[in-house]
């Protein structure tokens, strides 16, 4: 499948960040409801898991893809992309609560924009190298201060430095799992790529969830249907990342993310019963990522792309 257009393609990610700030509330609101912010996590992975399964069984066309895993030509670190995912999304719920919301988001956001000039420019996703230039590093630098804008009036907790630089590693994992999913959806299509993640991700949350204890405990299950539908946003999150990255580069599909996010906090402040309504900040904020994108894509030259791997023989022979 080719690239999508970059406009279009990230208008799929912009849509993609409003599902991600619905994701957040319902996510949190599981995990409190249910005792333990782990819980939500948890849910969320296994029910993009069940809808990634489900799609396997009915739709020929992804079972071919993943099939096609093996003879890919793929170095195995190219598989651990959701690793990233389940990084930040474990370390959320232990870190939010001693830096506050501001904080957190602020350093995630500083930690995805620096990894993504560097994933782009060390040509880790498929659309192979970009280089490091003033308008990448000008947008990079917009985006990080146009989530500072939004969070004005956010409460803040202890600045402890080793969570705040946790945070910049989570968001720098954000980075990786976008360029890793990019490579192997290039290589074998979105199917496999949305597949590997969760198959990944999923794997360590639930792992990480065991050790913890938050499964042990007996959780309270809300009966609220919608609490349980974060997997389904999930998945449409990941494939929009997959689309971005394919055809914008890593940078400039996580500035679209944030865009989308604030976008879709804004619109849950204004539908939500009870909401802050508008907010000034977070307006003024989404609308200066929408800038960073722009900004970040100018002077944009055509990308070395990332080469297929030639096909081998099982004794390591070419096949021409």
């Known amino acids: 499948m080719r690239p999508l257009p970059v406009p279009a393609a990230l208008a799929v990610v912009v849509l993609g960040g409003v599902a991600s700030a619905a994701q957040g509330v319902v996510n949190a609101e599981l995990g409190e409801r249910a005792g333990d912010p782990l819980i939500g996590a948890v849910v969320n992975n296994l ?7 489900l799609g396997l069984v009915a739709v020929p066309s992804m079972r071919a893809g993943l099939s096609g895993l093996r003879r890919s030509g793929l170095p195995w670190w190219a598989f651990l992309g959701g690793l990233g995912g389940a990084a930040i999304v474990v370390i959320g ?26 994933v782009d420019r060390a040509g ?17 630098l917009l985006g990080i201060a146009a ?41 074998v299509g979105p199917a496999a790529g949305l597949a590997v993640n969760f198959a990944v991700s999923t794997s360590v949350i639930a792992a990480v969830a065991a050790l913890a204890g938050a499964l042990a405990r007996h959780p309270s299950w809300p009966t609220q249907w919608w609490l349980y539908v974060g997997g389904l ?18 940078l ?3 500035l679209a993310l944030v865009a989308g996010q604030l976008g879709g906090a804004l619109l849950l402040d204004v539908a939500v019963p009870g909401g ?3 907010r000034l900040p977070v307006l003024a904020g989404a609308v200066l990522t929408g800038v960073a994108v722009l900004v970040a894509g100018r002077g944009r030259r055509a990308p070395r792309r990332v080469a297929p791997e030639p096909e081998r023989e099982p004794d390591g022979r070419l096949v021409s």
């Open 47 to 53: 029910g993009g898991s069940l809808i990634v399964l």
């Open 93 to 118: 719920p232990y870190v939010v609560p001693a830096l506050g919301v501001a904080i957190f988001t602020i350093a995630q956001v500083a930690g995805g924009s620096l990894g993504g000039l560097a």
């Open 124 to 140: 880790l996703a498929a659309t192979g190298r970009l280089p490091l230039t003033g308008p990448r590093v000008v947008g990079a």
């Open 147 to 187: 989530v500072t804008l939004a969070q004005l009036g956010r409460p803040v907790g202890d600045l402890a430095v080793g969570l705040v630089l946790l945070s910049v590693a989570g968001g720098l994992a954000v980075a990786l799992q976008s360029a890793l999913n990019g490579r192997v959806a290039a290589a």
């Open 233 to 250: 946003f999930g998945v449409g999150i990941v494939l929009a990342l997959l689309v971005g990255v394919r055809a914008a580069g890593v």
């Open 252 to 254: 400039r599909t996580g």
């Open 276 to 278: 802050p309504g508008v």
